[in-house]
């Protein structure tokens, strides 16, 4: 398994900026997807944004115009840039490799720290 170390996060006020990283241990942004999930204490982890390996991307409609995924191969790197953040974005945010299939999305390995956003004024 790959180890992934999420950072980034913080407290921000509604309307402020945040950009989150997630340091792989190895250089796997070219055979991977990779995606940002996150999770309220008490709820389910739910996927944020993701990206593929060949660039392509996907939001849940909760982040669409507002949130960034994006990867930096050289630095093993995939981050998430926040704006326009709301209230209700507060969670830990986690990163994870993905499977993809015409069917699934499917998460490889196990789930790191995390990093807490808190948005409140």
């Known amino acids: 398994q790959v180890q992934l170390v999420e950072s980034g996060g913080g407290l921000v006020q509604p309307g402020g900026s945040l950009r989150l990283s997630c340091v792989t241990s190895?250089?796997?942004?070219?055979?991977?997807?990779m995606g940002w999930y996150r999770q309220v204490p008490g709820k389910e982890r739910e996927s944020v944004a993701r990206?593929?390996?060949?660039?392509?991307?996907n939001y849940a409609d909760s982040a669409k115009g507002r949130f960034t995924i994006s990867v930096d191969n050289a630095k093993n790197t995939v981050y998430l840039q926040m704006n326009s953040l709301k209230p209700e974005d507060t969670a830990v945010y986690y990163c994870?490799?993905?499977?993809?299939?015409?069917?699934?999305?499917?998460?490889?390995?196990?789930w790191g720290q995390g990093t807490l956003v808190t948005v409140s004024s």
């Open positions: 190895g250089s796997i942004f070219r055979f991977n997807a």
């Open positions: 990206i593929t390996s060949s660039g392509a991307t």
């Open positions: 994870n490799r993905l499977r993809i299939t015409t069917t699934s999305v499917e998460t490889l390995d196990a």
